[in-house]
């Protein structure tokens, strides 16, 4: 041994001391001793002291190494004892072996008392390092736990020798899987890959392992528990041992998923953008050949009598040409190149002129309606091209119902605060006019509403369609410095949203004044306590509201799907107040999750929430009669309000029931 070590003996025979000690010094072991008989002295000695080991003789008259031991226990002192006797049975040293002594020497075999302080010291040491490297890595453990709880990133951790996974929290938050569905095994991580992606991933973090690479990186498509894929970046650093060999690799996955689709939405208007720029240059070009073909038809036909066998050809020229011209317009109308006639004018008057033709139009087997709000604000815009947006709006509601069906236009005023503008993606905060065409028709898929405003795209038979009418509507809207929104789902109907903007910026002199008091209060918006039951399958959405109402009080609990909500439901013991839920939502209708959720709760509020109308909805039995409805997009104040409204209809119907 290197170390001075210092030795506490409890012995009261000054012979059986210096015999103790010149065996020590035999075994080469520096050290510095002191001795002590009794208990009091041997107390203070462990603490002034600091022995690395105490040899203890087994028989003293008033104090025994025994009794000096046990003392050592209860103190919980970590201090090797070795009992030095001249007799014990081997059934009692086996005992007190049991109870935690180091060692036992017998005297009488002196010469192996060295031997025994060394190897007891070197087991000691032994187990202050194991205990020293438990700690670490419990100490490390708790840093990585809390970094992983500190980040919103999906984090993992990869046993390369065993092939177990660990995955943190946010696993189970960002994709929805529970707890027991966290397999800690590689293969469920591989398996949650995209079909198209797999064989590409795992190659390449294979590869990666096997050529002594530290870090990996790729994008791909992992599988959430409803069956969706997310979008992630996933990064990987791999950890080596003494010896070079990879044991292990710890990651994180970033959720891409929004930022793609906001790429999406950029690559969409880019594109729309693109092509419009061309259709408006194509358009004026040959717009001018055009006028050339029209102008010489008319002299020809002018130097023709109609008996002439060639004028009935020359007319046909100059039809085509017409209808030539009719397109080379709704080009420019997209392109954004046509002159507009802008001036401030009555949304509704020119609804209603153009809504006498429409009835005439649409057939006798649609039943039209038109809902128009007093006292609309005025808008800034070309009339005769608003009037073709609600033509072409209305044909294409016309073709999506050869049964038949309901066709609403409706206007409204509406304020768009951010809370709204996040949900609509390019529609800033501030005072618009919002004119809304709705149809109970067959509705479109997702790919068809991203490519409806694009030029020359039509789902209908050939010959039926130019593809020209709800992109020459985009291109008129977007030339007016308005916005226009399309909501739709296959089998039950579409809505296009079109916000014009006021044409004063913040619309002061068009405001009423019960509504300017109500805009203007805001920090006397409705707020609560209560527990709110969120069905609402589009995460960003979901994430919105749930933190608008959160900030004023609200305790919610979010669900993507009518499965989770129940479970939700069944699983919570304290009151929840309302549901407020998505018209159509996953794995079950709305008013059916309602039902099941009363028939644990019965009193319980609900407040629906659809891109249709409340009309809308309502005719197809989707919510219950009377229901609070809150249409989408909202407001925050509309939300703040609506959420109040179905409140308090519960609580007046409980009193209701009280005073019956």
């Known amino acids: 041994m290197k170390r001075k070590i210092n030795i506490l003996i409890l012995e009261n025979e000054t012979a059986d001391w210096e015999l103790m000690e010149h065996e020590i010094k035999n075994g080469a072991i520096p050290f510095e001793s002191r001795c002590v008989s009794n208990r009091e002295d041997f107390l203070h000695s462990v603490d002034e002291f600091n022995p690395d080991i105490i040899l203890g003789d087994y028989n003293m008259p008033q104090f025994t190494g025994m009794e000096a031991f046990r003392l050592l226990k209860e103190s919980k002192k970590d ?96 994709f929805g899987y529970g707890k027991e569905e966290c397999e800690k095994d590689i293969s469920s991580w591989y398996s949650r890959i995209h079909p198209e992606d797999s064989d590409r991933v795992v190659s390449d973090i294979k590869k990666t392992v096997k050529s002594g690479g530290q870090y990996w990186s790729d994008e791909y498509r992992f599988r959430k528990s409803d069956g969706s894929y997310a979008y992630v970046l996933d990064r990987g650093y791999v950890i080596h041992d003494e010896k070079g060999s990879p044991v292990r690799m710890v990651g994180a996955m970033l959720d891409l998923t929004q930022l793609k689709s906001l790429e999406s939405q950029l690559l969409q208007a880019q594109r729309m953008e693109a092509v419009g720029l061309l259709a408006g240059g194509i358009a004026h070009d040959f717009n001018n050949l055009l006028t050339a073909i029209l102008g010489y038809s008319e002299l020809l036909l002018n130097s023709h009598k109609k008996d002439d066998p060639r004028y009935g050809e020359i007319n046909e020229i100059k039809n085509a040409a017409e209808r030539a011209s009719s397109l080379t317009r709704q080009l420019l109308a997209f392109g954004r190149k046509q002159i507009l006639q802008l001036k401030v004018i009555d949304l509704n008057s020119v609804v209603n002129d153009i809504y006498k033709m429409i009835r005439r139009l649409i057939g006798e087997h649609i039943e039209p309606e038109l809902k128009t709000e007093p006292d609309l604000w005025k808008i800034k815009a070309d009339p005769v091209q608003i009037e073709q947006v609600i033509m072409n709006l209305a044909v294409n509601s016309h073709d999506a119902m050869p049964k038949g069906g309901k066709f609403i236009i409706r206007t409204e005023n509406v304020n768009i605060d951010k809370f709204y503008s996040c949900q609509n993606k390019g529609l800033m905060p501030g005072n618009y006019v919002l004119l809304s065409v709705e149809d109970t028709g067959t509705g479109m898929s997702k790919e068809v509403q991203n490519r409806i405003f694009e030029p020359f795209y039509t789902t209908k038979e050939k010959g039926k369609g130019t593809g020209l009418g709800l992109s020459t509507a985009y291109g008129i809207v977007k030339q007016t410095g308005g916005n226009i929104f399309v909501y739709s789902e296959v089998g039950r109907g579409t809505v296009f949203k079109i916000y014009f903007p006021s044409v004063s910026p913040h619309a002061e002199g068009n405001l009423r004044t019960e509504e300017r008091e109500r805009y203007e209060s805001g920090p006397g918006l409705p707020e609560g306590s209560e527990t709110i039951l969120l069905v609402e399958d589009d995460d960003y959405v979901r994430k919105l509201i749930r933190e608008m109402l959160e900030a004023i009080g609200y305790t919610v609990f979010g669900s993507k799907d009518a499965e989770e909500a129940l479970h939700i439901s069944e699983q919570y013991n304290g009151e929840i107040h309302l549901v407020f839920t998505d018209v159509v939502i996953p794995k079950l209708s709305a008013r059916e999750m309602v039902d099941k959720i009363r028939n644990r709760r019965k009193t319980i509020g609900d407040l629906y929430t659809s891109g249709y109308t409340d009309f809308n909805v309502a005719q197809r039995g989707l919510i219950r009669q009377g229901a609070v409805f809150l249409q989408k997009p909202f407001t925050a104040e509309l939300l703040r309000r609506k959420v109040r409204e179905a409140l308090e209809a519960v609580r007046h119907q409980q009193s209701a029931r009280k005073a019956a």
């Open 79 to 174: 201090i090797p004892f070795i009992l030095v006797t001249g007799s014990l049975s081997e059934e009692i040293a086996v005992q007190f072996v049991k109870e935690g002594l180091a060692d036992y020497v017998l005297k009488s075999n002196i010469k192996h008392l060295s031997t025994s302080i060394i190897n007891v010291l070197k087991k000691k040491n032994s187990e202050d390092e194991k205990n020293r490297t438990i700690e670490n890595l419990k100490q490390s453990e708790e840093r990585f736990q809390a970094v992983t709880r500190a980040t919103s990133d999906v984090v993992w951790d990869w046993d390369l020798t065993t092939d177990l996974l660990y995955w943190n929290e946010n696993f189970t938050k960002h």
